[in-house]
Each structure stands twice: as C-alpha cells, then as structure tokens.
C-alpha cells in the first residue's frame, strides 16, 4: 500500500518570504502526484498534479512542486507567500487496486503566514 | 455550477444515535469517495464507489455504513458502533475512467457527540 509522509506539520513564516512544503511517498513504481489546500472548515482544493512529463509542475497561485523519482519526493514550494496563504496543505498519491483508484493522503502541513 | 453539496454543515449526535450525512454531486462522476478527517491525522478513507449500486469499505469502515442508490448520492450513515465519531467529514467525486483526475470535494460536515 502507498504511503505520504508530510515531513512537518507545522511551518511558520514572515510574509515575502519563501516556503518549501516537503513531501515523500513510498512507491518506486510510476505515480500520479497531488497537493490540496485547505482553508478552515473548508474542504479541499486542488493546488497542482504531476501525472508525467515535466518534473516541475506549475498550480494555482504561484505555487510549483518538483517531483523527484530517485528521492521519492514532492516537495511545494512558493517564492514569496501572502498572509492568504495561511491555511493547512496536503500531499496525496494515487493508489491503484481492483480496478479502483484511490487517494492516499499526508498528515497535512499547516502553513501561517505572519506579517 | 457543477459541484458537490454535503450537508448539513454542522451535526450533533447524542450518544447512541445514527446520524446520516448527505453527499449530492452534479458532476456526473461515477466514483465517489467518503473521507473522515481527525486533527494532526490527515484524511483517512471511509468508503468509496466507483459506480451505483456497488461501494468498498476504505481503511476505516468499522462503525459506518454507505448506499449508492443513485449515481449523484453517495449517503454515509455514522451508527452507534462508531465509538468516537467526532469528526470533519468531507465527500469527494470523480471520473471513473480519469486515473489523472483530481478528487473534487464538498465543503464537508462537522459532527459532534454531545
């Protein structure tokens, strides 16, 4: 079975400063890659995927992620964050089995932006 | 617009009590998916559908029960088995046949036992 493993849960930073997100799944094999926001009582919204090509995926407001097959990892980052962007984030695999897909999710890591 | 609607938005249950959280979705996605969400735990799978009539127990099932009746309605029915049902709850669709496609979510369901 695929695991995610959001390596903290909790990032404090000043804002116009940098943040990188750091996330690591288990699987050595081909994977299909997400990164969710999440505002308060809030459900989730996709920020970004990586299904192949490129390693470095482009998402929605300004966020990129690089995927890393030989590290295993797939790390958020964002050059300059915003107080908005204070909120809890997800790193999440897709896992095949039966036919089914499903989702594998990460603890979450709860970004706050501080002026 | 397309989306998907959980209600209610807030549930209190008193001990003992089932209590049904309501999933409807206008997507036309075949898969739907039942997430519970605990602080510091991250969201762990309850039930899921890929199509009507027929749904697999996720990695949490015990003390929940599903029906998919019908393609946009995906109910989850918190019984008095589950111990400690005091959660976030959120519902998420999607294409079946789409393997790349993100989940889309509700805006979840918060139950509390009082």
């Known amino acids: 079975a695929q695991s995610v493993t959001q390596l903290d849960s909790q990032v404090p930073v000043f804002e116009e400063a940098p943040v990188e997100l750091r996330c690591n799944y288990s699987s050595s094999v081909s994977v299909y890659l997400f990164w969710y926001v999440q505002y308060p009582n809030q459900g989730l919204q996709l920020l970004l995927k990586?299904?192949?090509?490129?390693?470095l995926v482009k998402g929605i407001n300004g966020f990129e992620a690089e995927f890393n097959k030989s590290q295993t990892s797939f790390h958020l980052r964002k050059p300059s964050v915003h107080i908005s962007d204070t909120a809890e984030y997800f790193c999440?695999?897709?896992?095949?089995?039966?036919?089914?897909?499903?989702?594998?999710f990460g603890k979450g890591t709860k970004l706050t932006v501080n002026p | 617009d397309g989306g998907i609607t959980q209600s209610p938005k807030y549930l209190f249950r008193k001990e003992g009590q089932n209590v049904t959280l309501s999933c409807e979705q206008n997507?036309?996605?075949?898969?739907m998916y039942w997430y519970r969400q605990d602080p510091g735990q991250g969201l762990r799978l309850i039930y899921y559908s890929q199509i009507v009539n027929d749904f697999q127990k996720g990695d949490i099932a015990e003390g929940y029960s599903v029906s998919r009746e019908k393609k946009e309605s995906f109910p989850l029915t918190v019984t008095s088995a589950q111990k400690n049902p005091t959660a976030f709850y959120l519902c998420a669709s999607k294409p079946r046949t789409a393997t790349n496609y993100g989940y889309t979510f509700g805006s979840g369901t918060r139950l509390t036992v009082v």
């Open positions: 997507l036309n996605h075949d898969a």
């Open positions: 990586y299904l192949s090509g490129s390693t």
């Open positions: 999440a695999v897709s896992e095949f089995s039966g036919g089914s897909e499903k989702l594998v």
